[in-house]
């Protein structure tokens, strides 16, 4: 038995060890985020700064009629956005050739069985 322990002390040691190390390098590593792209305060976007006056001034409004609703939501993707980075964003009309989860697990299942 003294044996065991006697080998198991300073493997336990050096878990510990590894663990404080670990631990102390895994939360210096945000620090050097630092040393980044350091962004200019006035690149903001155009686009973001129009929706948040129109969302500021939806805010300040009392409630809107249903007809108005439906012609601004008409107009783009909903009634604050608008048509706004509506090119980048995922929707049925641009996303056709998409393949779904289901045919990635068949496609995924077919290669490992060999039978794709």
């Known amino acids: ?13 050096l878990v510990v060890a ?24 006035t690149e903001g976007t155009t686009q973001l700064l129009d929706i ?9 409004a009392p409630p809107i009629g249903l007809r108005k609703t439906q012609k601004e939501t008409n ?4 009634e604050v956005q608008g048509a706004a980075d509506i090119d980048k964003q995922k929707r049925p009309e641009n996303s ?8 990635n697990i068949k496609n995924a299942l077919g290669k490992i069985t060999g039978k794709n």
């Open 52 to 60: 948040q006056a129109k969302t500021d001034e939806a805010g300040k």
């Open 75 to 78: 107009e783009g993707l909903n």
């Open 96 to 103: 056709q050739s998409a393949t779904s989860v289901e045919e």
């Open 1 to 13: 038995m003294k044996i065991i322990a006697s080998v198991l002390s300073p493997v336990r040691f």
């Open 18 to 41: 590894f663990t404080c190390a670990l631990l102390l390098l895994s939360s210096a590593f945000p620090a050097f985020a630092i040393d980044s792209y350091q962004s200019h305060p």
